[in-house]
T-cell receptor
């Protein structure tokens, strides 16, 4: 595996379910990110982790809970979601996260549908 | 609060023609990125622009940055069908402790034969 991988690629869940999205980066980077991409809206940054420490939480509802057990893995735990949470969830990583001009590399995304 | 606007939102152009996508942003920053997204795929980094007057070129795409005008352009020369995709600009919030990218809404480019 190379680059940034995400699983599952597609997820359908009910509002009462609990599920998790997984992201893994094989680039040796120290920073990881979760973004939400909704139809007709700009990409929204949700969370930033640098060296496994959460450094940004962009006013995201508590029904989204991130976890970064090490610098290569990032999870997004989902519970009691709403239909408006249906979107493409993108994970990204970058070498540093606080460095100058740190290009972010994106995974393929998880297409989430909440029924 | 940093806002990033792109225009046009949709661009249909013929092969062989030239066109420019514009990216305006509202507050000071000198770090701007362009990404490409194909349908159902992830974002691919195209250019990183780091200073006023920066110009980068790759194939038929050329990006430039004017930090004083808070404007970046992505110029397409002699378009080909393979360039059909959605193009996003993203601006790094200046002075932030972390690399926080604010994305534009994207420009959907459709190149017609």
């Amino acid at each position: 595996e190379t680059g940034v991988t995400q699983t599952p690629r597609h997820l359908v869940m009910g509002m009462t379910n609990k599920k998790s999205l997984k992201c893994e980066q094989h680039l040796g980077h120290n920073a990881m990110y979760w973004y939400k991409q909704s139809a007709k809206k700009p990409l929204e940054l949700m969370f930033v982790y640098s060296l496994e420490e959460r450094v940004e939480n962009n006013s995201v509802p508590s029904r989204f809970s991130p976890e970064c057990p090490n610098s290569s893995h990032l999870f997004l735990h989902l519970h009691t979601l709403q239909p408006e949470d249906s979107a493409l969830y993108l994970c990204a990583s970058s070498p540093d996260g606080t460095g100058w001009a740190d290009t972010q590399y994106f995974g393929p995304g998880t297409r989430l549908t909440v029924l | 609060e940093l806002k990033v606007e792109q225009n046009p939102l949709f661009l249909s152009m013929q092969e062989g023609k030239n066109y420019t996508i514009y990216c305006n942003y509202s507050t000071t920053s000198d770090r701007l990125y362009w990404y490409r997204q194909d349908p159902g795929k992830s974002l691919e980094s195209l250019f990183v622009l780091l200073s006023n007057g920066a110009v980068k070129q790759e194939g038929r795409l050329m990006a430039s940055l004017d930090t004083k005008a808070r404007l970046s352009t992505l110029h397409i020369t002699a378009a080909v069908h393979d360039l059909s995709a959605t193009y996003f600009c993203a601006v790094d919030e200046y002075g932030g402790a972390t690399n926080k990218l604010i994305f534009g809404t994207g420009t959907l480019l459709a190149v017609q034969p």
